[in-house]
């Protein structure tokens, strides 16, 4: 499943405090997926790796009550409070990382929700996520029993997907445009590979703290190569000197540029759509930059104007009201199937 479909599915499940598993390759999101949900629904958010526990952290450290004089378990500082009332997600992240024994500690906690004399507060909710075991990650074979405590969701990389996510953390132009115009560096993994640094969303994300940063751009090279690996960053660094034919970006919102595209070229025409999109996620409020850009959709290529377009709507700006969007549909509708 696409990262938006186990979103938007996980978010109705946590309501039914019903145990969730999400799996998938690394640096693919699944963390964020569930992150996201949080800060959406204004949860309270614990991220517990059951890899650094020992089978005794969950249940509690015993000791001896001298009043009842009983044997006790203080109950851990890690897990919300049982008087908690607030709604929340209690994240067990790479849950299958840690050993049988752990995992098996867990096993209450997660169907009975709770574990020992520990009770888990009526309005919080368990999701687990890990790496599948053919990814060669270091993973432990999931007991049967554990497996079955969940809803398992196996999460998948979706291009458009990451491309609205992109839009919305306000990721670089030019590795968005770059990695429409070549969507297989956007995930590079293969567990078959003793390669160190490889493409993800997550290491793209890295990029673009890399190019944002005050590094050297002669060592740009060395340095994205170490991120996603030097095919990826070759690639992405070619495209990035397609950004310097670009016309300019703001006249063109202000209606005031008045040359041509003189190059019909996909790297081109991805980047500059791409760009435009960006400088009216900045002003979407702005009618007559909408108006501009649109006027300006009708000189490009059908392909690169319905792509412009369409990221302009999923991008939340109203470009239906402007004057000349009858035109645009009239011209362009032969390609709307």
Excluded: C
């Excluded at 629904?41 to 009043?67: H, N, V, Y």
């Excluded at 770059?178 to 995930?187: G, I, K, N, S, V």
């Excluded at 992405?236 to 310097?244: E, I, N």
């Excluded at 209606?255 to 791409?274: K, N, Q, V, W, Y």
Aim: charge should be negative; charged fraction near 25%; proline fraction near 6%.
């Amino acid at each position: 499943m696409k990262a938006s479909q186990i979103s938007s599915v996980v978010e109705e499940l946590i309501k039914k405090r019903l145990p969730i598993f999400i799996w998938g390759p690394p640096g693919i999101g699944k963390s964020s997926v569930v992150k996201e949900i949080a800060v959406r629904r204004e949860l309270a958010f614990i991220d517990l790796r059951l890899s650094l526990l020992d089978p005794t952290d969950l249940k509690g450290i015993p000791f001896f009550e001298a009043e009842t004089r009983e044997g006790v378990w203080a109950k851990p500082s890690f897990l919300p409070r049982e008087d908690d009332t607030r709604e929340g997600i209690l994240f067990l992240d790479e849950i299958n990382t840690a050993p049988p024994a752990v995992q098996a500690s867990a096993y209450q906690l997660i169907l009975d929700r709770k574990v020992g004399e520990y009770t888990l507060p009526a309005g919080w909710s368990i999701v687990a996520a890990g790496n599948r075991e053919n990814d060669r990650g270091v993973v432990y074979k999931m007991p049967p029993p554990l497996a079955n405590r969940f809803v398992h969701f196996e999460m998948e990389v979706d291009f458009a997907d990451w491309k609205r996510w992109a839009y919305g953390a306000g990721i670089e132009s030019s590795i968005i445009a770059y990695l429409e115009y070549d969507r297989q560096m956007l995930f590079t993994f293969d567990p078959t590979s003793h390669a160190k640094a490889f493409a993800t969303p997550r290491s793209w994300e890295y990029v673009d703290s890399i190019v944002k940063s005050a590094i050297a751009e002669e060592l740009h090279l060395d340095v994205i190569s170490g991120a996603v690996g030097r095919e990826a960053a070759i690639g992405y660094l070619s495209y990035r000197k397609v950004m310097d034919e670009l016309p300019d970006l703001h006249a063109i919102a202000a209606g005031s540029f008045t040359g041509e595209i003189g190059s019909a070229d996909p790297r081109l025409m991805t980047a500059l759509s791409i760009g435009l999109v960006n400088i009216m996620r900045e002003r979407k409020d702005d009618r007559e930059a909408v108006a501009n850009i649109l006027e300006f959709s009708l000189t490009l290529p059908g392909e690169y104007s319905i792509m412009l377009i369409r990221d302009l709507q999923h991008s939340g700006i109203a470009i239906e009201k402007s004057p000349n969007w009858k035109q645009w549909i009239e011209k362009f509708s032969y390609l709307l199937g």
